[in-house]
């Protein structure tokens, strides 16, 4: 088998294997934000071996696939707006500044997560959401933000530390040379 054909072989894969994360993650209650920070692991195998390219195909199947099966508009929405993460993540592990790089990170997170809301509230119109919305005050709807930031940067490292056990331990398992 050439390299190509393996190529879109295991990126086929992973994207079967992430929209199958996702729409599990439509069964859960509440795994609302869990499914899609589990449906952007397949992408780390994907970034490692072939590029950003094939890894952004992963995601754009994915997230195809999920807007189109899951039930739960609002879970595949967050993997639209965020699940093209882990390849924008060493673009911005980059940036040489600390402070710069952590700032630039949740610029992208919270820029998702407010067009992510904005759409689904105003463009789509979503009603669920907007009652749910109005049930809590503002102090706790930024606190939840809040909230979302912190498990934004725990999320972070996580796909730093999984993308070198990928490096290190697991890729010998799925490739000999």
């Known amino acids: 088998m050439g390299q190509r054909s393996h190529e879109i072989a295991f990126c086929g894969v992973s994207a079967a294997i992430g929209t199958v994360l996702l729409l599990l993650g439509g069964l859960i209650p509440g795994a609302t934000y869990c499914a899609p920070m589990l449906g952007m692991l397949p992408l780390l195998p994907a970034l490692a071996e072939y590029g950003w390219?094939?890894?952004?195909?992963?995601?754009?199947?994915t997230a195809a696939l999920a807007l189109l099966l899951s039930p739960d508009k609002e879970l595949a929405g967050v993997y639209l707006f965020?699940?093209?993460?882990?390849?924008?993540q060493p673009a911005l592990d980059r940036i040489s500044n600390r402070l710069l790089r952590t700032v630039c990170k949740l610029a992208v997170f919270n820029g998702a997560v407010l067009a992510l809301y904005f759409l689904l509230l105003h463009v789509l119109g979503l009603n669920l959401l907007e009652?749910?919305?109005?049930?809590y005050s503002r102090p706790f709807l930024l606190a939840l933000l809040a909230g979302g930031n912190l498990v934004f940067l725990?999320?972070?490292r996580a796909l730093r530390q999984l993308a070198l056990l990928?490096?290190?331990?697991?890729?010998r398992l799925f490739f000999r040379h």
């Open 82 to 88: 965020l699940g093209y993460y882990p390849v924008l």
């Open 166 to 171: 990928w490096r290190y331990r697991l890729r």
């Open 131 to 135: 009652s749910e919305f109005a049930a």
């Open 53 to 61: 390219r094939p890894a952004l195909s992963v995601y754009a199947v």
């Open 154 to 156: 725990l999320l972070d």
